[in-house]
């Protein structure tokens, strides 16, 4: 039940990437064939938006910002205590950004939530991707050009968030920004924005340590 306020969001979400994907030049079927097999919005996002790029610079791109489930996992011993490991792995297969938040809010605390969260969220994500794809020829060109800018959007929410998270965070946060801000001024955005991931993906491993 605690993931179903999920759903809307996710709908939308998932719509928007249907949208961009068909936009960008994929098939309907290639889109939704994507969050089958990915179900990752921002890695996809990213993708979609660098459709133009080098096979080896997406690829890079998408692993980077899926980089941040690592922690996640990890973290999974301490919010899922008593749990035996094997069953924390799976839980990890099922994670996703909203599940772990819900995970350390505490508002679920069980392997068998977070697939729940999964379950709420997989199709939803699906279902509103072939949604997407099919209704981009009816959108205005302007709305299709306009999610090009949605993977800066969901950087900042990333940002936002790490900020929230502690002081640390937010200097890392902080520096990432910067980072792009600068790189942006010499080389294309999408390569600016997998550098700044990589900047703040080292910068996060060294904070914790």
Not at 5 to 16: D, F, K, S
Not at 67 to 73: D, E, I, K, Q, T
Not at 195 to 204: E, R
């Amino acid at each position: 039940m605690a993931a179903l306020p999920l759903v809307p969001g996710t709908l939308a979400w998932a719509m928007a990437f249907g949208a961009a994907a068909t936009a960008a030049g994929l098939g309907h079927g290639w889109a939704v064939a994507m969050s089958v097999v990915a179900w990752s919005g921002t890695a996809q996002l990213a993708a979609v938006t660098m459709v133009a790029q080098p096979v080896l610079l997406v690829f890079l791109s998408s692993l980077l910002l899926s980089l941040r489930f690592v922690p996640m996992s990890l973290a999974l011993s301490g919010l899922l205590p008593g749990t035996p490991r094997w069953r924390r792995v799976l839980a990890a297969c099922f994670l996703a950004d909203a599940s772990f938040a819900l995970l350390a809010a505490g508002r679920t605390r069980t392997v068998a939530a977070v697939f729940g969260t999964w379950l709420a969220q997989y199709p939803a994500w699906v279902v509103g991707t072939a949604v997407g794809a099919l209704a981009a020829p009816l959108l205005p060109g302007r709305v299709l050009e306009a999610s090009d800018g949605l993977i800066a959007v969901i950087f900042a929410v990333l940002a936002v968030e790490a900020a929230l998270a502690g002081r640390r965070e937010a200097a890392v946060a902080v520096v990432a920004g910067a980072g792009v801000a600068a790189a942006m001024l010499v080389v294309p955005g999408a390569v600016a924005l997998p550098a700044a991931a990589m900047l703040a993906g080292a910068l996060g491993a060294g904070i914790r340590r």
